[in-house]
Nanobody
Framework: QVQLVESGGGSVQAGGSLRLSCAAS?????MGWVRQAPGKEREEVAS???????SYADSVKGRFTISKDNAKNILYLEMNSLEPEDTAMYYC???????????WGQGTQVTVS
């Protein structure tokens, strides 16, 4: 069982920045950030696989950057130019063999006003 622990959420004004972190207890080949706002469908905002191939949702391209420290098994999400529409619970997720996520963190709240 792999444990994922997120940190770094909070409240920020529109246009501001936040950085989320996710510490994994073991290496996962694919990791991502998935968000869910009340009344909205879950959305994968970014993922990173293997040596560093990344993918982003159109809604965050150019504003969010995903990165991973493979030596420490820590996943990051740098979020800039935040908009009220980015308000959601953000979950860290990971997969052992693929980007079909088997492991999920408890979530960290991001609120943009």
């Amino acid at each position: 069982q792999v444990q994922l622990v997120e940190s770094g959420g909070g409240s920020v004004q529109a246009g501001g920045s936040l950085r989320l972190s996710c510490a994994a207890s073991a290496y996962l080949i694919c990791m991502g950030w998935v968000r869910q706002a009340p009344g909205k469908e879950r959305e994968e905002v970014a993922s990173i696989i293997g040596a560093g191939s990344t993918s982003y949702a159109d809604s965050v391209k150019g504003r969010f950057t995903i990165s991973k420290d493979n030596a420490k098994n820590i996943l990051y999400l740098e979020m800039n130019s935040l908009e009220p529409e980015d308000t959601a619970m953000y979950y860290c997720a990971g997969g052992v063999f693929s980007c079909v996520y088997s492991y999920w963190g408890q979530g960290t709240q991001v609120t943009v006003s």
